[in-house]
């Protein structure tokens, strides 16, 4: 779900949009690899400019899903995912 606001708002400013076409040019020569997982990205594939942790820096090239599954990782860590909820206990179904 995107977050409100426009996109500078949200961190995409120019500098964000000049990394991008450079990187971009990477990937349609067919040059890049996923800065996550280290593969190729084929240049018709969806991708991402990741940038790190904090904001402050770009990582470079990565597939969409490496991307995605990483902030999703890191963002259900900071709200704590999974707390409150009783999820070591399993339930044997006798079939």
Do not use: F
């Amino acid at each position: 779900m995107p977050k409100p606001g426009n996109t500078v708002a949200r961190g995409y400013d120019a500098k964000h949009k000049a990394a991008r076409v450079a990187a971009k040019q990477q990937v349609d020569g067919g040059e890049a690899h996923c800065c996550r997982c280290g593969r190729w990205i084929h240049p018709l594939s969806p991708w991402d400019l990741d940038h790190t942790d904090d904001r402050t820096g770009y990582r470079g090239p990565a597939h969409r899903g490496c991307n995605r599954r990483a902030g999703a990782i890191k963002g259900n860590k900071q709200r704590g995912a999974n707390s409150g909820r009783n999820v070591g206990k399993l339930r044997r179904w006798n079939l």
